[in-house]
């Protein structure tokens, strides 16, 4: 079965949903046509000029990367401006191209834990604000006959999602009571007598700012005059989503030999310390990119070692005179490891719904800084 960029989208926002990503960024669609149709998506960090380039002579559909190819709102599209020709150059080979940014760092299972994960941390929980939105169970009574009908609609919607899972909902039989008015239309039984009916009883998970849309699409398919529904607040969403991870080593190391294994596991060529290297390391804190603005957070949370990228000088002074350590990896080496991992996991969901997509992570991209 043929897909179209919307299918990848929808199913990119079972991995990173949109709402996860930071106010400041740039998430989604960056160049291209929903409707147009993908046969082949290269995974990529950046959407560089040697990139697009490649994938343009490789007839490349969709170009998914973490760096957003736009930033800021354009005031104009100069075809001799580096963006200018990355959007040109897509749009004549009919090639569009998508970003998944702060929403895939920020998301559970997102390149946070795929770092924290790989270098030995467990026991993972946020590091900075938690990015989980305020939540609803929405249970509503439907008619035996229109069980099918009420849940198909429900999974039209937003409704049910639950971490990477979608469609999620809950179903029991009952006895429903009611005496229809005066002046009501009932679906069943006679006004002013009392009936029973054999009703069905969904529940699903709604997002606040999702909750007005799901019962009004809901509503039109629901076969009673007045659709009988309930909404309860739910507290302590247990989805791990937000900035930055902390955990647990498997036990106590120094902040020399724990930087050393990060720098194997991670086969880089080198890193950067700073602290005492005798520290005792019990408990790591991590964020991928550039993690600066968590430092506050990394120096209250307990964690010995912070480790991420672009880290400053008065980072560095701001953890010795906390006796903490930090190891800077850099930018690219944090991030550039998501690619074969979020490759994996479009090409099995899209498997799954039997599209015929072949999903491949771009592997000439290289740390422009360079060490001599």
Sequence with gaps: MEAKIFDIIKAMETIAPYWLAEE??????????????????WIALDPGPDVVDDACKSDVDLLITHHPLIFHPLSSINLNSAVGSIIQKAIQHRMAIFSAH????????????????RIGIKNLKVLGTVGATENYKLVLYVPLAYEHQVLNSIFETKAGEIGSYTCCSFRNKGTGTYRPGSSSKPFAGKVG??????????ETV????????VIEHVRKNHPYETMAYDIYPLKGNEDMQGAGRIGDLDESTKLISFARSIKEKLGLNSIKIAGNPELKVNTAAVCT???????SHFISSGAQVYISGDLRYHDARAVEAENLGLIDIGHFASEHLILDVLADRIEKILSKKEFYVKVEAYGLENDPFMIL
């Excluded at 709604?206 to 849309?213: A, C, F, G, I, T």
């Design 193 to 202: 007598e009392i009936s029973h009916a054999d009703e069905i009883r969904i």
């Design 102 to 117: 702060t929403n895939l760092d920020n998301a559970m299972d997102g390149l946070n834990d795929v770092l924290a994960r």
């Design 24 to 41: 400041w960024d740039n998430v989604g669609l960056q160049v291209g046509e929903k409707n147009w149709p993908v046969r082949s998506i």
């Design 289 to 295: 990119g550039s993690g600066s603005s968590l430092m």
């Design 206 to 213: 709604v997002r606040k700012s999702d909750l007005n849309s």
